[in-house]
């Protein structure tokens, strides 16, 4: 038995299936995230290439047979294209994009997941956000997942230049410390990571948070296993200039 579901989502990720099929992973209100068969959107004449497209967020009417969603239709809201402006911005809303995917469970219940994830394009659409916005949503992506980074013993040692952050309890330690999953981090870029997590948004260069983003893509692959692609891609970017 076939039965149709209207929920509210965002396209995550689409990856190409067969000659015209896409399957699409989405981030919905009622269903969590999900991956969806979206047959014949990757022909330029279908009505619903759109909804198969990253950052596409709208009104999904899904069909389920058994444990397979499929598309149906797509009533559209928002594209978020403005992102593609600057390169900064599209790199951090990419990478929003895959910490959704990658922070997230199939299946369970991510209203605040989506709620998050909206407000961090949003921002950096409309309300000119940029690399604070993307720092806050990561924290706040870690917490609801039970990775939550905290100030810990955080203390400078022999060096005062640098601090130590470790990969394994998500907190600071003395600069003595000696562990596989001890990664030095620089003054201006721990004090600035301490300050986002506590709540104290703040400016930083973009040295600072293309540290802070490295450490951070480190720490999701230890708890978790996952790369952060387009974060490291963002790290790039900001060392190189943007």
């Given at each position: 038995m076939?039965?149709?579901i209207?929920t509210?989502?965002i396209?995550?990720r689409?990856?190409?299936?067969?000659?015209?099929?896409?399957?699409?992973?989405?981030?919905?209100d009622?269903?969590?995230?999900?991956?969806?068969?979206?047959?014949g959107?990757?022909?330029?004449?279908?009505?619903?290439?759109h909804?198969?497209i990253?950052?596409s967020?709208?009104e999904?009417?899904?069909?389920?047979?058994?444990?397979f969603?499929?598309l149906?239709?797509?009533?559209y809201?928002?594209?978020f294209t403005s992102?593609?402006?600057?390169?900064?911005?599209?790199?951090a809303?990419?990478?929003g994009?895959?910490?959704?995917?990658?922070?997230?469970?199939e299946?369970?219940?991510?209203s605040?997941?989506?709620?998050r994830?909206?407000?961090?394009?949003?921002s950096?659409?409309?309300?000119?956000?940029?690399?604070?916005?993307?720092?806050?949503?990561?924290l706040?992506?870690?917490k609801?997942?039970?990775?939550?980074?905290?100030?810990?013993e955080?203390?400078?040692g022999?060096?005062?230049?640098?601090?130590?952050?470790d990969?394994?309890e998500?907190g600071?330690y003395?600069?003595?410390?000696?562990?596989?999953?001890?990664?030095?981090?620089t003054?201006?870029?721990?004090?600035?990571?301490?300050?986002?997590s506590?709540?104290?948004?703040?400016e930083g260069?973009?040295?600072?948070f293309?540290?802070i983003?490295?450490?951070l893509?480190?720490?999701?692959?230890?708890?978790?296993?996952?790369n952060?692609?387009?974060?490291f891609?963002l790290?790039?970017?900001?060392r190189?200039?943007?």
């Amino acid at each position: 038995m076939t039965e149709e579901i209207k929920t509210e989502g965002i396209c995550l990720r689409a990856v190409e299936y067969g000659e015209s099929d896409r399957i699409i992973t989405l981030l919905t209100d009622k269903l969590g995230k999900i991956a969806v068969r979206a047959r014949g959107v990757s022909s330029p004449r279908s009505k619903l290439r759109h909804a198969a497209i990253p950052f596409s967020f709208g009104e999904y009417i899904l069909t389920l047979k058994g444990d397979f969603y499929s598309l149906k239709s797509f009533d559209y809201n928002d594209a978020f294209t403005s992102v593609s402006d600057d390169l900064v911005r599209y790199f951090a809303g990419t990478a929003g994009l895959e910490i959704a995917d990658k922070l997230t469970e199939e299946s369970v219940s991510v209203s605040v997941e989506l709620a998050r994830l909206l407000r961090l394009l949003m921002s950096l659409c409309y309300d000119g956000g940029g690399l604070g916005a993307l720092l806050s949503y990561l924290l706040d992506m870690l917490k609801i997942a039970g990775y939550r980074i905290s100030r810990g013993e955080m203390a400078p040692g022999r060096d005062p230049k640098y601090f130590v952050f470790d990969l394994e309890e998500g907190g600071f330690y003395s600069s003595a410390i000696h562990s596989a999953y001890a990664v030095k981090m620089t003054t201006p870029a721990a004090t600035l990571l301490v300050d986002f997590s506590e709540g104290k948004e703040r400016e930083g260069d973009a040295e600072a948070f293309a540290e802070i983003f490295a450490l951070l893509s480190r720490y999701v692959k230890v708890k978790t296993g996952s790369n952060l692609r387009a974060l490291f891609e963002l790290c790039d970017l900001l060392r190189n200039g943007s």
